[in-house]
């Protein structure tokens, strides 16, 4: 990478937010979140993804589903869920 491209992508650098998905925006399960079926969305979620919408962040969530490798469920149903 030359020090140009550098320059041209620090001058599209945005501030981010990186939000866990258990505990932070649904309730965390010690059964894990296997399916859409066990979701349940904590009651701030809506109202905070609102404020954090109307931001100029970039919003992220990060998830680490050690279910998928304990074959309790799988990366489609963990999609559907995220």
């Known amino acids: 990478m030359t020090r140009?491209?550098?320059?041209?992508?620090?001058?599209q650098r945005r501030r981010a937010v990186f939000?866990?998905?258990?505990?932070?925006?649904?309730e965390n399960?010690?059964?894990y979140v296997r399916t859409l079926a066990d979701m349940s969305v904590l009651?701030?979620?809506?109202?905070?993804?609102?404020?954090?919408?109307?931001?100029?962040?970039?919003?992220i969530m990060?998830?680490?589903?050690?279910?998928?490798?304990?074959?309790?469920t799988s990366r489609a149903e963990v999609d559907l869920v995220n």
């Open 4 to 11: 140009g491209n550098l320059r041209d992508r620090s001058a």
């Open 19 to 26: 939000l866990d998905r258990d505990g932070v925006l649904i």
């Open 29 to 31: 399960r010690a059964e």
């Open 43 to 59: 009651p701030t979620t809506g109202r905070a993804m609102r404020r954090l919408g109307q931001s100029d962040l970039v919003i």
């Open 62 to 72: 990060v998830t680490n589903q050690s279910a998928i490798g304990r074959g309790l």
